[in-house]
Nanobody, 121 residues
């Protein structure tokens, strides 16, 4: 069965960095675009970033552009999100999700359970 397991969350300070990982299993990872999304306390789900199945293209929400970098290692079936220059408003539960398409299809059929990223001094 398809599984997505996020890790790497934890308390970060404003201006600090954190790298999230998402270990995928149960499907052909290299055939799907993958995405990160987040949900802050009391707010709706916010799409953060997406990467094509072969890593050839990436997309970012304006709120994280220039600070976050999405990447993937298809040999390791793992998705990453490098988060730099963290702000208090980046605090959220971060999810990885599988896109049904190899590119930016905007239809996500599997989600992980999330990893918490509090940002506080």
């Amino acid at each position: 069965q398809v599984q997505l397991v996020e890790s790497g969350g934890g308390l970060a300070q404003p201006g600090g960095s954190l790298r999230l990982s998402c270990a995928a299993s149960g499907f052909t990872f290299s055939s799907h675009a993958m995405s990160w999304a987040r949900q802050a306390p009391g707010k709706g789900l916010e799409w953060v970033s997406e990467i094509y199945s072969d890593g050839s293209d990436t997309y970012y929400a304006d709120s994280v552009k220039g600070r976050f970098t999405i990447s993937r290692d298809n040999a390791k079936n793992t998705l990453y999100l490098q988060m730099n220059s963290l702000k208090p408003e980046d605090a959220a539960l971060y999810y990885c999700a599988r896109d049904r398409s190899w590119s930016l299809g905007w239809v996500y059929d599997y989600w992980g359970r999330g990893t918490q990223v509090p940002v506080s001094s």
